[in-house]
């Protein structure tokens, strides 16, 4: 069984910079695009940015364009997501998911446990 692992996750002030990491194991996850999506307390788990297998496509919701940025080593079987310019309502748990290219989590077959992000004074 395939497995997702995140990790990466803390407290930030805001202004500041994390970089989240994920690691597929336990199955070839070849072929699939990655994502990573959030979920704040109170809210539905929302599309924060995605990555197709080649590494030549990615996209962002407009929340995090332009501070975010996906990316992804298949050799290591690890995807990234580097968030800059962090704000308070970045606050969440985010997830790592394959699958499926799209923007909704029924399009991803495989998901992680989650890693915190909390960006607090």
């Known amino acids: 069984q395939g497995q997702l692992v995140e990790s990466g996750g803390g407290l930030v002030q805001p202004g500041g910079s994390l970089r989240l990491s994920c690691e597929a194991s336990?199955?070839?996850?070849?072929?699939?695009?990655m994502a990573w999506f959030r979920q704040a307390p109170g809210k539905e788990r929302e599309f924060v940015a995605g990555?197709?297998?080649?590494?030549?496509?990615?996209t962002y919701a407009d929340s995090v364009k332009g501070r975010f940025t996906i990316s992804r080593d298949n050799d290591k079987n690890t995807v990234y997501l580097q968030m800059n310019n962090l704000k308070p309502e970045d606050t969440a748990i985010y997830y790592c998911?394959?699958?499926?290219?799209?923007?909704?989590?029924?399009?991803?077959?495989?998901w992680g446990q989650g890693t915190q992000v909390t960006v607090s004074s």
């Open positions: 998911a394959a699958g499926f290219w799209g923007r909704s989590p029924t399009s991803y077959k495989f």
């Open positions: 990555i197709n297998w080649y590494g030549a496509v990615d």
């Open positions: 336990g199955r070839a996850f070849s072929g699939y695009a």
